[in-house]
């Protein structure tokens, strides 16, 4: 019959994924041991050591590490032993190139707009690359990228005048737009500020103001989401700290009415953050924090939401809590409608860069690999990470990183184009994603 040894920690098991210090095998009566990963270079494979270990290691003596058992080790990953508060080495990370058109395009803008405080994509139904782009006098135009008549918009192209308070007082301030699939409706909101109004672009009229009320918004992104359901535009916009509401964009209308409703102790004690739904509409994710602080988003089904429960997002039954992170201003992507891609990988504030990928339906983490940073996009069998050297191309379904574009680092996604695009000293330049 065959035999399991004694492992280094002491137990006859099976050998944990890690080895670990001296101080992590015996830790005595202190069981909350702050540690390092030393990455091994295998994917994200990590060995782990106590912080007096990892000083010493920089200082040229070598740590000597043993293995521990499946049980020990994974009381680290879980968090039971200790707390991870670093990352050293480097991370495997897999190339697997596919052909990649590098072509980036790049368009003059109108001259007298010298910066452009916000911009987003406006849909059209007919292919065409218009923008919606917010002047320094709060105006909105429409802006044809492939239409040179347009790079000095007429009257027709000034679609409405914004009035959402600029809140001085707080100088994290900044503008954000945020437009409906059909382009008739567009947000102009003030993320890490109090307020905000949905526009009737086809009118130019303000359908619906928004106020957050402003408890420590100073944190987070204006909460707020444009999505489709039985035939009409609504909108998700956070009205209280920790209360999100919809309202039909059209009408301004309030459609998840509930009671009591200035108790917060009805509510889920959550700041609430950026919101995100996925591709066909079905969920819609919530990077909120909660105190001491720290980050812990949440997915739930938006259908459930609109259809047979207001207290969804609050208590309802599909609400997922995903995981802890040190910070939830980090971004987040759909990956089609039933993945969502957190970027960071470790809920210490030296996140190891990379992404881990969630399923709705579970709220399992399903994947995970190291290598994507910067803003995120996703095409649905690729995924886009905006990194500070440009944009890498990687499929989240193996990890590996299938193409590069150097030196092109976009913040926008046109869904009805397929480009990625980004304002560059008075130019927007795009790229169109390649077909998978």
């Given at each position: 019959?065959?035999?399991?040894?004694?492992?280094a920690?002491?137990?006859?098991?099976?050998?944990?994924?890690?080895?670990?210090?001296p101080?992590?095998?015996s830790?005595?009566?202190?069981?909350?041991?702050?540690?390092?990963?030393l990455?091994?270079?295998?994917?994200?494979?990590?060995?782990?050591?106590?912080?007096?270990?990892d000083?010493?290691?920089?200082q040229?003596t070598?740590?000597?590490?043993?293995?521990?058992?499946?049980g020990?080790?994974?009381?680290?990953?879980?968090?039971?032993?200790?707390?991870?508060?670093?990352?050293?080495g480097?991370?495997?990370?897999?190339?697997?190139?596919?052909?990649?058109?590098?072509?980036?395009?790049?368009?003059?803008?109108?001259?007298?707009?010298?910066?452009?405080?916000?911009?987003?994509?406006?849909?059209?139904?007919?292919?065409?690359?218009?923008?919606?782009?917010?002047?320094?006098?709060?105006?909105?135009?429409?802006?044809?990228?492939?239409n040179?008549?347009s790079?000095?918009?007429?009257p027709?192209?000034?679609?409405?005048?914004?009035?959402?308070?600029?809140e001085?007082d707080?100088?994290?301030?900044?503008?954000?737009l945020?437009?409906?699939?059909?382009?008739?409706f567009?947000?102009?909101?003030?993320?890490?500020?109090?307020?905000g109004?949905?526009?009737?672009?086809?009118?130019?009229?303000?359908?619906?103001?928004?106020?957050?009320?402003?408890?420590?918004?100073e944190h987070?992104?204006?909460?707020?989401?444009?999505?489709?359901?039985?035939g009409?535009?609504?909108?998700?916009?956070?009205?209280?700290?920790?209360?999100?509401?919809?309202?039909?964009?059209a009408?301004?209308?309030?459609?998840?009415?509930r009671?009591p409703?200035?108790?917060?102790?009805?509510?889920?004690?959550?700041?609430?953050?950026?919101?995100?739904?996925?591709a066909?509409?079905?969920?819609?994710?919530?990077?909120?924090?909660?105190?001491?602080?720290f980050?812990?988003?949440?997915?739930?089904?938006l259908?459930?939401?609109?259809?047979?429960?207001?207290?969804?997002?609050?208590?309802?039954?599909?609400?997922?809590?995903?995981?802890?992170?040190?910070?939830?201003n980090?971004?987040?992507r759909?990956i089609?409608?039933?993945?969502?891609?957190?970027?960071?990988?470790g809920d210490e504030?030296?996140?190891?860069?990379?992404v881990?990928?969630f399923?709705?339906?579970?709220g399992?983490?399903?994947q995970t690999?190291?290598?994507?940073?910067?803003?995120?996009?996703?095409?649905?069998?690729?995924?886009?990470?905006?990194?500070?050297?440009?944009?890498?191309?990687w499929?989240?379904?193996?990890?590996?990183?299938?193409?590069?574009?150097p030196?092109?680092?976009?913040?926008?996604?046109?869904?009805?184009?397929g480009?990625l695009?980004?304002?560059?000293?008075?130019?927007?330049?795009?790229?169109?994603?390649?077909?998978?």
């Amino acid at each position: 019959m065959a035999t399991v040894d004694t492992l280094a920690c002491g137990h006859a098991a099976y050998a944990g994924r890690s080895r670990l210090c001296p101080h992590l095998l015996s830790p005595g009566e202190d069981d909350e041991i702050d540690y390092i990963r030393l990455l091994t270079g295998r994917g994200i494979e990590a060995d782990l050591c106590c912080e007096p270990c990892d000083l010493a290691r920089q200082q040229g003596t070598p740590v000597r590490l043993a293995v521990a058992c499946e049980g020990c080790v994974a009381s680290y990953d879980d968090a039971e032993a200790g707390s991870c508060t670093g990352w050293r080495g480097e991370p495997g990370i897999v190339d697997r190139p596919e052909p990649v058109d590098p072509a980036v395009v790049a368009t003059r803008l109108p001259g007298f707009l010298h910066t452009v405080p916000a911009m987003a994509p406006l849909p059209t139904g007919d292919q065409r690359s218009v923008w919606l782009l917010l002047t320094d006098s709060r105006w909105l135009i429409s802006f044809d990228a492939d239409n040179p008549s347009s790079r000095w918009p007429g009257p027709s192209q000034w679609l409405a005048r914004t009035r959402v308070p600029r809140e001085r007082d707080n100088t994290k301030v900044r503008p954000r737009l945020h437009t409906s699939a059909d382009g008739r409706f567009a947000a102009v909101v003030n993320d890490f500020g109090r307020y905000g109004e949905v526009i009737d672009l086809t009118a130019g009229k303000v359908t619906l103001k928004l106020d957050n009320t402003g408890n420590r918004a100073e944190h987070v992104p204006f909460s707020l989401a444009f999505t489709e359901h039985a035939g009409r535009t609504v909108v998700v916009h956070r009205t209280s700290w920790n209360r999100l509401d919809i309202s039909d964009a059209a009408t301004g209308r309030l459609l998840t009415a509930r009671e009591p409703a200035g108790d917060p102790a009805e509510f889920a004690g959550l700041y609430r953050g950026a919101l995100a739904v996925s591709a066909g509409g079905r969920w819609i994710a919530d990077d909120s924090w909660a105190w001491s602080p720290f980050g812990v988003p949440y997915l739930w089904d938006l259908e459930r939401w609109l259809s047979r429960d207001v207290w969804e997002s609050d208590t309802g039954a599909s609400r997922q809590w995903l995981c802890q992170r040190f910070d939830w201003n980090t971004p987040m992507r759909w990956i089609g409608d039933d993945l969502l891609a957190l970027s960071g990988i470790g809920d210490e504030a030296e996140a190891l860069a990379g992404v881990r990928i969630f399923d709705a339906t579970s709220g399992r983490e399903v994947q995970t690999f190291a290598g994507p940073r910067g803003a995120l996009f996703s095409s649905g069998r690729r995924l886009y990470a905006a990194g500070p050297d440009g944009l890498e191309i990687w499929d989240p379904f193996t990890g590996a990183r299938t193409g590069r574009i150097p030196g092109f680092t976009p913040s926008h996604h046109h869904r009805g184009t397929g480009e990625l695009a980004a304002l560059t000293d008075g130019h927007l330049l795009r790229w169109r994603i390649s077909p998978h």
